[in-house]
């Protein structure tokens, strides 16, 4: 079977840089993605490794390293709107497209 | 396109009754998700379809839960007998069947079983 771990919640002050760690057991994994989800909101992508390294995009970056079966998300300048949950999920190849979310990790901003 | 619409957003329903979901996706999108989100958890999968194949259905999923995708649009999730621990989010989601990655979610209908 699948499972995930990540931090139930993270705070933090607007502008700090915000670090959201995810761990994973799967039997044949494919890609970690990232998805943000704001109070009463859709989830929404943000991110997706396949391949070790970092992926950036804007003030977000994604991190994968297959051999420890772990992952970040990487929330830099961190604005108020930024508060929300933000959960990995993972996809592998006995059933490939389908996502295994974790429980999620709420990020709170203050001022 | 419009993303992903779910119908109704809202559902409150008396334990015992039949309820019906509906979800369009993006009409360029061949796969169909259906999850379940509860309080304070991540999106629990239910079911997908490719196309109008159901390929896969949670083995958490009681025989209460049935999901159809008749023309490969639109999809409907039908829950009967409702139960109070039937009360969630109800998410749909599609993709295309050629990624892993990059799911558009619906805004959900949130069920409550009274």
């Known amino acids: 079977g699948q499972s995930l771990e990540q931090p139930s919640e993270v705070t933090a002050v607007e502008g700090a840089i915000v670090q959201i760690n995810c761990t994973y057991q799967?039997?044949?994994?494919?890609?970690l993605s990232w998805y943000q989800q704001h109070d009463g909101g859709a989830p929404t992508f943000l991110s997706y490794?396949?391949?070790?390294g970092l992926e950036e995009t804007g003030r977000f970056s994604s991190f994968l390293s297959r051999s420890d079966s772990y992952g970040y998300l990487l929330l830099q300048e961190l604005q108020m709107k930024d508060s929300a949950s933000y959960f990995c999920?993972?996809?592998?190849?006995?059933?490939?497209?389908?996502?295994?979310f974790g429980a999620g990790t709420q990020v709170v901003v203050t001022p | 396109d419009t993303g992903v619409s779910q119908n109704p957003r809202h559902k409150i329903t008396k334990r015992g009754q039949n309820v019906t979901f509906r979800c369009d996706p993006i009409s360029e999108h061949n796969r169909l998700y259906w999850y379940r989100q509860t309080l304070g958890q991540g999106p629990e999968f239910l079911t997908y379809?490719?196309?109008?194949?159901?390929?896969?259905k949670s083995r958490l999923l009681s025989d209460r839960f049935s999901a159809e995708r008749p023309k490969g649009s639109f999809s409907t999730l039908e829950i009967q007998r409702t139960e109070q621990g039937d009360s969630a989010m109800y998410l749909c989601?599609?993709?295309?069947?050629?990624?892993?990655?990059?799911?558009?979610f619906g805004s959900g209908t949130r069920l409550t079983v009274v």
């Open positions: 490794n396949a391949l070790d």
């Open positions: 799967t039997s044949g994994f494919y890609g």
């Open positions: 989601a599609s993709s295309l069947a050629s990624t892993d990655y990059g799911y558009t």
């Open positions: 379809f490719q196309n109008e194949a159901q390929l896969e």
């Open positions: 999920a993972v996809s592998d190849s006995d059933s490939w497209g389908k996502l295994q």
